[in-house]
């Protein structure tokens, strides 16, 4: 396997999706190749830190206190007109 | 407009602990009941405002997204079958509405992905230097657990082309399942996964002076 083969399976490796044959190829490279093995620890990491870099309840806590009360206005003040045909 | 889904898979969504998802809440919605709208846009506008943001990118002005996302909530409550949490529900439709209004955006400054993807010689072999021991990842989440480390990041996540970034919110952030998430942009799920490698990749690329104790 070469790194290019490696890059291109590392995804699907992680999710644990490639399938065996493909997968002994892609650890024997990874026992080889320690850039590849840098690579894709590297790889992991980015992924690791773009999922934590928003904490989806952390965001909505922070507006929370910061809402505009004339937007909330405006919102129920749009439901209740009539919608046009 | 995008038709409203209505076969979500019931845990699907980042969960909470809403009011609305008491049993018998979107009966409230569906009768017309003003308190109960009015508890719905308490509720979730500061968590619908944090989705439609993370979409639009920093700084952007949540405010048209956000009264579109109530709209068709109001004038779609009929069709929500109640097999997910209706916070689960009005959460697609707010990504829903972000996603029309970033096709109407101006594009942002952003990188070109070919220069954030990883280089090969002519034998396949991979052109990367590496300068020092990768981070352990406890020290990866202390990093990111520091509030100016987040912004760092985010800065770099929309610095990604739009489709990949887009591609990357959606699953990495909002996960959402590949399935889901080609059903909003409108592409086959195979090509969710190649724009989410890439994307990896190229924000792999972006955050690694970060990963490798520079400041990127």
Known sequence: MTCKEFVDFMMTYLDGELPEAERARFEAHLKDCTCCLHFMETYRQAVAMGKKCHNCEED?????????????????????RPTPD | MAPVAT???AESGAAGDWKIDQPGFAQRLRAGEGAAFELLVREQTPRLMAVIGRLLGQDSDTSDALQDTFMRIFQNIEQFAGEARLSTWIHRIAVNSALMK???????????????????????????????????????????????????????????????????????????????????????????????????????????????????
């Open chain 1, 60 to 80: 909505g806590q922070t507006l929370s206190s910061n809402v505009p009360e004339h937007l909330i206005q405006a919102i129920l003040a749009a439901r209740r």
């Open chain 2, 7 to 9: 076969n979500l898979p």
């Open chain 2, 102 to 216: 970033l096709r109407k955006q101006s594009r942002r400054d952003e990188v070109s992905i070919d220069q954030l993807l990883p280089a090969f010689d002519g034998h396949g072999k991979l052109r990367y230097e590496h300068l020092s021991p990768w981070k352990s990842p406890e020290t990866v989440t202390d990093l990111v657990l520091r509030r100016e480390m987040k912004q760092q990041v985010r800065r770099q996540i929309d610095r990604l082309p739009e489709n990949y970034r887009t591609v990357l919110i959606l699953r990495d952030i909002e996960e959402l399942d590949t399935e889901e998430t080609a059903r909003l942009l409108e592409i086959q799920p195979g090509a969710v996964k190649t724009r989410l490698h890439r994307a990896r990749l190229a924000l792999r690329a972006l955050l690694e002076p970060l990963l490798q104790g520079d400041e990127p």
